[in-house]
């Protein structure tokens, strides 16, 4: 009797050893298979996140761009309009196909702006769906406000320090305002994810690129986007590349961050 007592409660421990374990085991692949879509719903959320970074961006370089040649157009239809009436004081002594080239100008110039519009209307519309109004196309910023931003910034809290070196040439619309973006998004990221102590920019001109370097102390640890990763970051990195030039933010060894970019002042 005693053999078969302790032969059922052998049993009955291997038994209940067996359920635990498949149990177990069952629990542990559920754990996976949530941590696994957990991470796939993560991953997907952060793609989100950065496809809407780029669209924004995109959205506005297309207002950027609108600004840039809307202006250079206006000024050139200007131009046409004025040269067209000053000949008209005289006719006699214009060739007629000299002012109707004129006018061919001026209407084409008019032309234009109608379709830039009507294009930033396609490449960013508003929020709701109507076509963007003429005062939302402030002047864009370039290099000439950066010591206007470095005050703004040092205003908040983060002493900036400005190195200009090379012969400091005018820079097309475009870049110019690129290179104003960068200086901006590395100052603003310093300032709001590091707590940096001290920041450092530096804007060195070449006969063949603009090189910009942004550099932090660094501070207290928060969390931060990865290297190159951060949704403003992957803007700039576009902007760069539509010039054909590199752009690389990562962080430093013995703390802080490094923005540099590099863009050609010759046509791509």
Known sequence: MLVAALLAALLLALGLAAFFAVAAAR??????????????????????????????????IARELHDIVSHNVSVMVVQAGAAREVLALSPSAVPPDVAAALAAVEGAGRDALKELRH????????????????????????????????????????????????????????????????????????LKHAQAARAEVSVRYTERSLRIEILDSGGPDRPRPPAGTGRGLLGLRQRVTVYGGDFDARRRFGGGFRVRARIPLDAP
């Open 27 to 60: 629990a542990r692949r559920r754990h996976d298979q949530a941590l696994g879509e957990r991470g796939w719903l993560l991953e997907r959320e952060r793609q989100q996140a950065a496809s809407g970074a780029v669209a924004a961006e995109r959205a506005r």
């Open 119 to 190: 294009l930033l209307g396609l490449l960013a519309p508003a929020a709701d769906g109507a076509d963007a109004a003429d005062d939302d196309f402030a002047p864009q910023p370039g290099l000439d406000g950066l010591s206007r931003l470095v005050d703004r910034i040092a205003f908040a809290g983060l002493p900036v320090d400005v190195f200009i070196s090379g012969d400091p040439k005018p820079l097309p619309a475009g870049i110019d305002t690129t290179a104003y973006r960068i200086i901006q998004e590395a100052l603003t990221n310093a």
